[in-house]
């Protein structure tokens, strides 16, 4: 920290530059100025101990207010660089917290041109206020959702089920994928589909992803033997990544750590990418995808013609499976242009060299006929529903 010390009436900062520095006062007092320069409104004066400048700081906006000493004041003065890094060790939680209430404060501070004008119609200062307190109730129950997250998983409440993928041919399991749930203790069993997005938001997918992982890895002793696959493949156990894992620094060392702890080969687990990833980051997804097929672990293409990525990446990318999407799928029996579609991407595939996985089969006609296009293996209601690892292996462990 660093002290500073300024004379009555000088500027600390103007609106518009760029905040560097947040500011507690020592001793003296400022006042807060909004508006353009010429025909500012003061619309605070801040005393000893209070801080000011920490809003441009952690957003990285420009100053959206002017400062300026009343009397002569002393200033410690705070680094961009301390406050970021002490953020960046907070709690995922806390982050998100700053983070919503940083876009609040904003948007309640931004002048809006209109408001000179209609400055007499109490109507509009009242739907002005909407926006403000709509985000406000919307931060705090997103907030208590991650907070019970958070605490759910550390009280062990999430669990992972197991979906078996089998060969279309004769239906016998080649592999499994870990799909995770939250037994919540009020709300029951909540789907991924409603938390993972959260987690992701949250930064609490980090916590979530390690869990999925360590439990399927573990779980894999007790799966491998329920899988048969009477095409002489390798067994496999395929765990979900999303954008925020991927991108984490280590990623392909962490899952190497892990399988080696627990003796698992790498060429028995599969990571599937959904193809939003690819879109996000093509440089670093392919640098991860890279180091993760030298180890020999397999990588597939999730939801495969959902996300627009384009067939470049296919190419360039060293996928070894690609999933079709079980929206695809399932409307193979309204149309043509659904078979036409399937039919592209397994043609695609095998051009590729990649195997092939239909997700949501949910009847035998829809077996028989991937089976017909050319469909190697399979993964639906239809073959079996998610479930627990006790579950799959039944009660007499066989
Ligand atoms: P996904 O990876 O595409 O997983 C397949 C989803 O399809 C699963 O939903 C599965 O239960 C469902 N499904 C399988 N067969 C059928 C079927 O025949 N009919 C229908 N209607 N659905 C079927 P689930 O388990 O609810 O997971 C939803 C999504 O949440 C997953 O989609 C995946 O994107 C994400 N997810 C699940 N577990 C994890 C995880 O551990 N990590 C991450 N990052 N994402 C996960
Ligand atoms: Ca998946
Ligand atoms: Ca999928
Ligand atoms: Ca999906």
């Not at 959206?64 to 009397?71: D, F, G, K, P, Q």
């Not at 890094?85 to 948007?107: I, M, T, W």
């Not at 390690?210 to 009477?230: G, H, I, Y």
């Not at 060429?267 to 020999?296: C, D, K, N, P």
């Amino acid at each position: 920290f660093q002290r500073e010390t300024y004379a009555a009436n000088a500027i600390v900062f103007r609106a518009g530059e760029v905040g560097e520095a947040a500011y507690v006062i020592d001793c003296g007092c400022v006042e807060i100025l909004l508006g353009p320069e010429g025909d500012q409104r003061r619309v605070d004066v801040l005393a000893a101990g209070a801080m000011f400048g920490e809003i441009a700081l952690l957003d990285g906006l420009p100053r959206s207010a002017t400062v300026r000493t009343l009397v002569p004041t002393e200033l410690i003065r705070i680094d961009r660089d301390h406050v970021e890094g002490l953020l960046q060790r907070a709690d995922p939680v806390v982050q998100y917290l700053v983070k919503l209430l940083l876009e609040r404060v904003r948007s309640a501070r931004t002048p809006r041109p209109l408001r000179e004008r209609d400055d007499h119609s109490d109507h509009n200062a009242l739907t002005e206020l909407d926006p403000g307190e709509q985000l406000h109730s919307a931060a705090v129950r997103t907030l208590s959702l991650a907070q019970s997250l958070s605490d759910g998983i550390r009280l062990g409440q999430l669990e992972v089920h197991y979906q078996a993928i089998v060969l279309l041919s004769d239906a016998s399991v080649v592999g499994f994928e870990a799909l995770v749930r939250w037994r919540h203790p009020a709300l029951g069993l909540i789907s991924p589909d409603e938390f993972i997005p959260l987690a992701e938001k949250t930064g609490l997918i980090h916590r979530v992803g390690e869990f999925v992982l360590q439990r399927a890895v573990a779980d894999w002793a007790t799966l491998r033997p329920l899988c048969r696959p009477s095409d002489g493949s390798v067994p496999f156990m395929s765990v979900n990544l999303s954008a925020p894992e991927l991108c984490t620094p280590g990623v392909v060392q962490r899952i190497q750590a892990c399988l080696a702890a627990h003796d698992m080969p790498p060429q028995e687990l599969h990571i599937e990418l959904t193809e939003t990833i690819i879109i996000s980051s093509v440089e670093l997804v392919s640098h991860v995808v890279q180091g993760l097929r030298a180890m020999g672990i397999g990588v597939a293409l999730d939801d495969f013609g959902t996300g627009y990525a384009g067939l470049d990446y296919l190419q360039t990318l060293p996928f070894s499976c690609l999933k079709i999407d079980r929206s695809f799928v399932q409307r193979l029996h309204s149309g043509e242009r659904s078979v036409q579609i399937v039919s592209s991407a397994l043609a695609l595939s095998d051009m590729l060299g990649l195997s092939t996985i239909a997700e949501g089969i949910e009847d035998e006609a829809t077996a028989q006929l991937l089976q017909q296009l050319g469909c190697t293996y399979a993964q639906g209601f239809f073959f079996g529903r998610p479930q627990l690892c006790q579950a799959l292996v039944g009660p007499c462990g066989s």
